[in-house]
């Protein structure tokens, strides 16, 4: 269904419902006996920082039960573990999964299209090494935060080429391994070649990373098999109608809906501003109706009482903040605005509206 030209109401009823089919699939019987399998057979827990492009749908491109992959999803990809907010965040995750005995592994991505460089990231003006040198100061930060001898936690810059959803491995000595370059048939390379890659990756690491790269040549040849029957549209027109400020929008894997922002950076007004000029931009050239767009502030939480309670707060604050700031400096499109607040119950998935004034 092409949803981006149906009226905003109708719009709006479809991520709610796009929302709980996720939920709905996230709590199932067999989704949960298969991440309750998978861990325990790989029991390394894995992080990905990455864009906000729906695109990048890391789980969809290894094959990997939903919920497994830890997202942290920014515009553009940018962060900095100096924001406050985000180290805190990173630093509760690590420890966390560390108390319980695990190692953890953080995905650092960045994505390019090698058909067209107007695909990559708008984010670095579609300049992938830009994006690649960025990838590489994050996982600078993760060392001096995590250390840098890598026993517990390992920091890995991975492409990701959203032509064919292929994954590109960086390793330690500057060398590259594409994913891409790869068939099925190669499945049994992949562990000496990752060894070769990454030697001060903890052997169980490395194991719990092949599963991923494993999942991610099956889904390059369905990929291909797509392309070849001409099922697969590539150059996409941006038609974003919707922002996303906080977390838990990862069953937003739609490309050209949303422009997610992470709460993460100190200075929000910037990202929401620039958002919010691509959703007048696409209004004004008629890539979407000019009825309305969708502000949908979202905050996870893990436990009910004090937790939700929070959540409920902060999720607030983000919506107000957010259109406060597109009202003052996109006054037009302010009056256009639909204003959604929820938190999510992480445990579940489940996206739960809130009344602002409760």
Known sequence: MNIHGKPIAERIDWVFSLADRHAATFRSPEAWLARERYLAEHPTAIAVLKCMDGRI???????????LLMP?????????????????????????????????VFLVTYH??????????????????????????????????????????YPLVCGFETDEDALVIHGTAGDKLHLASLGTADRALLAPRLTALLPDMPAQMRDDLLPLLHGNL?????????ID???RLLDIEHREWMICLGR?????????????????????DGPIRRAAGIIE?????????????LLLASVPYDEIGVDRARAELKSRFLSAFAADVIR?????????????????DWRSRALETIAVGE
Request: negative net charge; charged residues 15%.
């Open 57 to 67: 749908n890391i789980p969809v491109a290894t094959n990997t039960p939903v919920g």
């Open 72 to 104: 942290f999803r920014n515009l553009g990809g940018i962060f900095d573990l100096g924001w406050p907010h985000l180290g805190e965040v990173l630093a509760h995750h690590v420890q966390r999964v560390v108390s319980a005995g695990r190692h953890v």
């Open 112 to 153: 390019y299209s090698q058909g067209d460089p107007h695909r990559g990231c708008a984010g670095f003006a579609y300049d992938t090494a830009a994006a690649i040198a960025h990838t590489y100061q994050i996982r600078q930060q993760v060392e001096h935060i995590f250390g840098r001898d890598h026993g517990t936690v």
């Open 218 to 226: 099956e889904h390059i040849a369905s990929v291909r098999a797509q």
């Open 229 to 231: 029957k001409g099922e």
């Open 248 to 268: 838990g929008f990862d069953f937003l894997h739609t490309p050209n809906i949303a422009l997610i922002i992470g709460p993460y950076s100190p200075n929000l």
């Open 281 to 293: 931009a696409n209004m004004q050239a008629g890539r979407i109706p000019d009825d309305g767009f």
């Open 328 to 344: 003052a400096e996109f006054p037009r499109l302010g009056e256009q605005m639909s204003i959604r607040t929820a938190v999510l």
